[in-house]
């Protein structure tokens, strides 16, 4: 994964990337290339994972595996409805299921928009590509 470094810093999370490029850049085609003054930075997932999971043993998080049936809200708390037929309570349930989640109702019919990236690190014994920029997107036909 991949993310803004000043975002990752604010939720101090920094010490979770493996590394940091000081600038990033888009081509939009091959006459014009745009550079944004940002730092950008890849995600250790086993670093993060790690944290986040301390962090969970730290503040005494419960887990607990099933899968979540219902989800029923009411005025000061939610609750879910398992598989297995447990009810489990609380006064925040967040749900990060993504873009298809079969709990959230919407007033009328959507036309949902998403994109994919996919990515891949590789080692290569030479390369066009400038070493301190990370090149988000590429739209270049010349390659």
């Known amino acids: 994964y991949g993310v803004w470094v000043d975002e990752f810093e604010k939720l101090g999370l920094e010490d979770c990337l493996d590394h940091k490029w000081p600038m990033t850049c888009v081509h939009i085609n091959d006459n014009k290339t745009k550079y944004l003054d940002r730092p950008y930075g890849r995600v250790s997932r086993k670093k993060l994972k790690l944290k986040l999971l ?3 043993v730290e503040n005494r998080v419960k887990f607990y595996k099933a899968k979540v049936w219902k989800v029923e809200h009411e005025e000061f708390e939610s609750s879910i ?3 297995d037929g447990r009810k489990i309570r609380g006064s925040l349930i967040v749900d990060a299921s993504g873009f298809a989640s079969p709990f ?3 007033n009328k019919s959507r036309n949902h ?3 994919t990236a996919h990515g891949i690190l590789a ?6 590509f400038d070493l301190d920029k990370m090149l988000l997107m590429d739209w270049r036909d010349s390659h």
């Open 54 to 56: 301390n962090s969970c």
């Open 81 to 83: 409805v398992c598989d």
């Open 104 to 106: 959230i109702e919407y």
């Open 113 to 115: 928009g998403y994109q």
């Open 123 to 128: 080692e290569v014994d030479n390369h066009p």
